[in-house]
């Protein structure tokens, strides 16, 4: 085979690739809650089949409970409010608990334990839920953690879906 045909079935291949990957992720989303949210954070995921794009979406998720870890830990430095403190103390809390969750069922996906996967992602959901929660007890106190704790807990909802597909 010339390497000009060579590269042209290879361009093929991979064009082809990456637009079933595209048609799982989009008729994937089309069944969650929040389709939009769904193709801006899994639009530019290559996954194969619904258990890889689960995963994938696992794998977003605990990166973005990293990064609210981060965020919270930043705001309870700058912070010289001692409710304000209090109250991001016990989200970094509810999303260590969290990730501990996202990773258990990353570790279920693989071993097809879908069962196990809704119940550790409601458990994650459930902590970022608590996280939100503890901002809404404290009179006066607003959350400044409101759209990361909707992201999270909208991921959640979209694995929860994709996992009851499989």
Same mark, same amino acid.
């Given at each position: 085979?010339?390497?000009?045909?060579?590269?042209?079935?290879?361009?093929?291949?991979? /064009?082809?690739?990456?637009?079933?990957?595209?048609?799982? /992720?989009?008729?994937?989303?089309?069944?969650?809650?929040?389709?939009?949210?769904?193709?801006?954070?899994?639009?530019?995921?290559?996954?194969?089949?619904?258990?890889?794009?689960?995963?994938?979406?696992?794998?977003?998720?605990?990166?973005?409970?990293?990064? &609210?870890? *981060?965020?919270?830990? #930043?705001? &309870?430095?700058?912070?010289?409010?001692? /409710?304000?403190?209090?109250?991001?103390?016990?989200?970094?809390?509810?999303?260590?608990?969290?990730?501990?969750?996202?990773?258990?069922?990353?570790?279920?996906?693989?071993?097809?334990?879908?069962?196990? =996967?809704?119940?550790? =992602?409601?458990?994650?959901?459930?902590?970022?839920?608590?996280?939100? #929660?503890?901002?809404?007890?404290?009179?006066?106190? *607003?959350?400044?953690?409101?759209? /990361?704790?909707?992201?999270?807990?909208?991921?959640?909802? &979209? &694995?929860?879906?994709?996992?009851?597909?499989?």
């Amino acid at each position: 085979m010339s390497p000009k045909i060579f590269f042209f079935a290879f361009f093929l291949a991979m /064009v082809s690739s990456s637009h079933q990957a595209s048609v799982l /992720v989009t008729q994937s989303c089309q069944k969650t809650l929040y389709k939009d949210f769904c193709l801006s954070a899994l639009g530019s995921v290559q996954a194969t089949d619904l258990q890889s794009l689960t995963k994938a979406a696992l794998n977003i998720e605990s990166s973005k409970g990293t990064g &609210i870890l *981060k965020l919270t830990a #930043d705001l &309870i430095k700058k912070s010289s409010d001692p /409710v304000l403190k209090s109250a991001l103390t016990d989200c970094s809390e509810d999303y260590d608990n969290a990730l501990d969750e996202i990773k258990d069922s990353l570790r279920a996906i693989e071993a097809k334990s879908y069962g196990d =996967v809704k119940t550790w =992602v409601s458990a994650a959901m459930t902590y970022s839920g608590s996280c939100e #929660d503890g901002f809404k007890e404290k009179p006066g106190l *607003k959350s400044p953690l409101t759209t /990361v704790n909707t992201e999270f807990n909208q991921l959640c909802s &979209i &694995i929860l879906t994709f996992t009851n597909l499989l």
